[in-house]
């Protein structure tokens, strides 16, 4: 697995002013999506845009991270990575996050389908995750 500095190397994130605003931005936008999730219902017909949207809005946090220490980043793979720089979050969050992504990935691009069971899992996962994030963008 490549490290975030890796990332800076190849261009795939670059190193910008910080940005506040884009981090409000992202904050609120995520918040919202945050609600959103918590009023769906799984079911069969729901769970692969529940994971999709899940990651988005586990993604929007993390570039909300990004822009407050100065960095864009152009990469879901970097994204991911980049909490690796802070030591409450542990290899097996990361793991399925990039699991996550990949998911992700084959749903929007590839036509897979989430099941509800993966719905579920990634649900408890991200109660679980969204807690890390939020103490993340307030350091």
Not at 85 to 92: A, G, R, S, T
């Amino acid at each position: 697995m490549k490290k975030f500095g890796d990332f800076i190397v190849s261009g795939e994130v670059r190193a910008e002013r910080k940005n506040e605003f884009l981090a409000k931005s992202l904050i609120k936008s995520a918040e919202k999506g945050v609600l959103y999730i918590k009023k769906q219902k799984i079911t069969s017909e729901s769970a692969e845009h529940i994971v999709s949207d899940i990651y988005d809005v586990i993604r929007e946090l993390i570039e909300a991270k990004l822009a407050l220490e100065g960095y864009k980043s152009y990469s879901h793979d970097a994204t991911i990575l980049f909490l690796k720089k802070f030591p409450f979050f542990l290899e097996h969050e990361i793991f399925f996050l990039d699991n996550l992504r990949r998911i992700r990935n084959g749903i929007k691009y590839y036509g897979k389908e989430a099941t509800v069971d993966d719905a579920n899992k990634t649900l408890r996962f991200f109660n679980l995750i969204l807690v890390k994030l939020r103490r993340l963008i307030k350091k």
